[in-house]
């Protein structure tokens, strides 16, 4: 190694010594965690929520569920009966064969090719 290769690095060293002196360190700041109501749900509603003992939550949670089943079972049994009712109506007006939209709208029928 050579003199001027030493005071180099003598040199550069020093200088990284004196920015580290110089800075100093920075503060880091805190996040503040803040909370915020969801659409929906306002902040004291959640807050409500949550203060809840678990069973009481559980148990509400049941009877909602129920309620959704309850809903959804009357009205698919409506539906079923509302198509049955469409489905007789329908065999009583058409006996025969089946009719097509164009045809039961009144359109003409196509003339059969009889000269093949």
Known sequence: MSKSQDVKEIWTSLSILCLTMEIAKKRTRRTVK???GIVGASLDIITQRRSQRPEARAAARQAAIKEGKEKKTAAESKKKA????????AAKGQVGSKVSKMGAKGAPTKVKATTR
């Open 34 to 36: 803040q909370q915020r």
């Open 82 to 89: 509302d198509k049955a009712k469409t489905a007789a109506s």
